[in-house]
């Protein structure tokens, strides 16, 4: 199965900034799925998306899906230390991350 | 609150040894998934499982098997432990697979084989 690619591999951000990434595939999809993870709480699950959709949003995240382009991108906004993490996206039933976009967020 | 336990956080074994890492989940998950987890290669699925004694390969089942005996636990076993199997190994649940629900992960098992 295919796995998404983030992009970029590491973003620093001072804190209040807003940090965008992106996942981009190859094959169609039926949902995307976007995780975070960081030492402290492991992977865990922010946003699913599905291929009817075109944008969500929780809280201080916004996720978009451009079906056409095969393309997602997380946005955090007003960013905080606590988003300091790398984040993924994984594709359908099997998830499958890439290596991830590495978020630093400086006080 | 979905509670995904691992059996260890940390494991050391020697080639050619027979392993098993355990995975249970208190939220009666139909879904159960393994993966593994290498710096640059992000995160592959080993095997899931859909309910109890099924069983499907993920991308890279070689060298690995599982077990499903019980819904709440999903055991993946190494065969014959190689170095090329030290990794991070993550277990997954979800709620059911049509339509798709998020998963929810457990803190993995750092696998060191020498």
């Known amino acids: 199965s295919q796995q998404g690619e983030e992009d970029p591999q590491a973003l620093s951000i001072q804190e209040g900034e807003n940090a965008t990434m992106n996942c981009s595939y190859k094959?169609?999809?039926?949902?995307l799925q976007w995780y975070r993870q960081n030492s402290g709480r492991g992977l865990v699950h922010l946003i699913l998306?599905?291929?009817?959709?075109r944008e969500k949003h929780s809280g201080r995240l916004r996720v978009t899906l451009d079906t056409s382009k095969k393309s997602s991108s997380l946005l955090i906004t007003a960013s905080r230390a606590a988003d300091t993490a790398s984040y993924f996206c994984?594709?359908?039933?099997?998830?499958?991350f890439g290596a991830g976009t590495t978020v630093t967020v400086r006080a | 609150d979905v509670k995904v336990t691992q059996s260890s956080r940390y494991l050391v074994k020697r080639t050619g040894e027979k392993v098993f890492l355990e995975c249970v989940q208190d939220?009666?998950?139909?879904?159960m998934f393994w993966y593994r987890q290498d710096p640059g290669l992000g995160l592959r699925l080993i095997y899931f499982?859909?309910?109890?004694?099924?069983?499907e390969k993920g991308d890279i089942p070689e060298g690995y098997s599982v077990s499903r005996e019980k819904k709440e636990r999903f055991s993946l076993i190494l065969e014959s432990a190689s170095t090329n199997q030290t990794s991070m190994y993550l277990c997954?649940?979800?709620?059911?697979?049509?339509?798709?629900?998020?998963?929810?992960f457990g803190p993995g098992t750092r696998l060191t084989v020498t």
């Open positions: 997954a649940s979800s709620l059911d697979r049509n339509p798709i629900f998020e998963q929810y």
């Open positions: 094959t169609s999809i039926n949902n």
């Open positions: 998306i599905r291929s009817n959709e």
């Open positions: 994984g594709l359908d039933y099997k998830l499958s």
């Open positions: 939220m009666d998950h139909e879904n």
């Open positions: 499982s859909y309910d109890v004694k099924m069983k």
